[in-house]
C-alpha cells in the first residue's frame, strides 16, 4: 500500500504527488491510501479525478484524535505530521508493508523498489536527513550517539505487520507525551526504530534543493511547489503534473496567505489551551 497523511490544506500536493506515483511510480497493483484529517466530500471527490487511479479514504475519527489533539503543532507542521505513526493501525490486518510519501514529494521514476526491497527485520527504511542542523545535534537532542543514523520521515517504508504487533503507536505518543521534541515525528520514530532502520539511497528521498540525475523522489523540504517562492528546479514538473488535475487553476500561493496561516495557527493554538485547561477543571469538579 502508498499512503500519506493529509489535512484540507495539503489536498492539492497530495494529488499530485499520487497522480505522480501512478503516472510515474510503475506501481500498477498497489493500492492508494489517504488517511485524511477533516476532508470533506469535495476535497476528496477532486483528489480522486485528479489522481485517476481509485483511492482508499480513511477518516481521522474522534478517538484517533484523543491521540494527537493536543500534540504540538506549529504553523509548518499541523497535527496531521502525527497521523502516519497512527497509519499501520488504520489500514487493516491485511497490509503488512506500507510505503508512506509525505504530500509535498514528487515521483519522478520507477519506485516499485520499495515495495519489495527485503526489510531484513528492520522496523523501517529511511532516508538519511538532510537540512540546515547537523545530523550530530539531532541526535544529541533525542540522547543518541552522534553518529547514529537519523532519517527524514518524509518517504518510509514501514514493517507494519511489526509496527502493529510491537504496539508501536501507543509507544510513539507515550514518547510524544512525556516530552517536548524539536522534529516531533521524526524523532520519535528515529528514536522507536533506533538500531533497526535501513538505510536507504538518497535518490529515494532528495531534500534540501538536491540535484542528482537518479532522483526517484523528490521532497519539497523548502518552499511548497504550490507557492510562489518555490526556487526548487523540479516546480516544473510539479506544476506540468498539475495542469492535468483539479487544481490546473489554482493560483500560486502567495507570501502574505503563509502570514495569514500563522495567524490562524496562534489563535487556534491558544483556543485549544483554552479547551483544555477547561476539560481538566471540569473533570476535577465532577470527580468531587
Ligand atoms: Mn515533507
Given at each position: 500500500m502508498l499512503a500519506c497523511c493529509i489535512d484540507r490544506n495539503y489536498a492539492e500536493l497530495a494529488a499530485v504527488m499520487l497522480r505522480s506515483a501512478h503516472l510515474n511510480g510503475n506501481i500498477p497493483d498497489v493500492e492508494f491510501c489517504i488517511l485524511g484529517d477533516g476532508l470533506r466530500a469535495s476535497d476528496k471527490e477532486k483528489i480522486r479525478t485528479s489522481v485517476e487511479r481509485p483511492i482508499t479514504f480513511i477518516d481521522i475519527d474522534e478517538a484517533m484524535l484523543g491521540?494527537?489533539?493536543?500534540?504540538?503543532?506549529?504553523?509548518?507542521?499541523?497535527?496531521?505530521?502525527?497521523?502516519?505513526?497512527?497509519?499501520?493501525?488504520?489500514?487493516?490486518?491485511?497490509?503488512?508493508?506500507?510505503?508512506?510519501?509525505?504530500?509535498?514529494?514528487?515521483?519522478?521514476?520507477?519506485?516499485?523498489?520499495?515495495?519489495?526491497?527485503p526489510l531484513e527485520g528492520n522496523l523501517i527504511a529511511g532516508v538519511r536527513a538532510r537540512g540546515i542542523r547537523k545530523l550530530a545535534d539531532m541526535n544529541r537532542e533525542i540522547g543518541r550517539s552522534d553518529g547514529a543514523f537519523y532519517f527524514n520521515s518524509g518517504v518510509l517504508v514501514i514493517d507494519a505487520a511489526k509496527w502493529r504487533s510491537e504496539k508501536m503507536s501507543e509507544k510513539s505518543f507515550e514518547l510524544l507525551n512525556a516530552r517536548p521534541f524539536s522534529f516531533p515525528?521524526?524523532?520519535?520514530?528515529?528514536?522507536?526504530?533506533?538500531?533497526?532502520?535501513?538505510?536507504?539511497?538518497?535518490?529515494?528521498?532528495?531534500?534540501?534543493?538536491?540535484?542528482?540525475?537518479?532522483?526517484?523522489?523528490?521532497?519539497?523540504?523548502?518552499?511548497?511547489?504550490?507557492?510562489?517562492?518555490?526556487?526548487?528546479?523540479?516546480?516544473?514538473?510539479?506544476?506540468?503534473?498539475?495542469?492535468?488535475?483539479?487544481?490546473?487553476?489554482?493560483?500560486?500561493?502567495?507570501?502574505?496567505?503563509?502570514?495569514?496561516?500563522?495567524?490562524?495557527?496562534?489563535?487556534?493554538?491558544?483556543?485549544?489551551?483554552?479547551?483544555?485547561?477547561?476539560?481538566?477543571?471540569?473533570?476535577?469538579?465532577?470527580?468531587?
Open positions: 491521540e494527537i489533539r493536543y500534540l504540538k503543532t506549529t504553523n509548518a507542521w499541523s497535527r496531521v505530521i502525527y497521523a502516519r505513526l497512527l497509519l499501520p493501525d488504520c489500514v487493516g490486518e491485511n497490509h503488512s508493508r506500507i510505503v508512506y510519501l509525505d504530500a509535498d514529494t514528487l515521483v519522478v521514476g520507477d519506485m516499485s523498489y520499495l515495495f519489495t526491497v515525528d521524526q524523532d520519535v520514530l528515529n528514536l522507536l526504530a533506533d538500531g533497526r532502520t535501513l538505510q536507504l539511497d538518497g535518490r529515494w528521498n532528495a531534500q534540501m534543493m538536491e540535484e542528482r540525475a537518479d532522483t526517484v523522489i523528490v521532497h519539497f523540504t523548502k518552499a511548497k511547489p504550490n507557492s510562489e517562492e518555490c526556487r526548487h528546479p523540479q516546480q516544473s514538473a510539479y506544476l506540468a503534473l498539475r495542469a492535468d488535475t483539479a487544481w490546473a487553476d489554482a493560483p500560486l500561493r502567495t507570501k502574505r496567505q503563509r502570514r495569514w496561516k500563522r495567524i490562524g495557527h496562534s489563535i487556534r493554538k491558544r483556543w485549544l489551551a483554552i479547551r483544555k485547561r477547561w476539560l481538566a477543571i471540569r473533570k476535577r469538579w465532577l470527580a468531587v
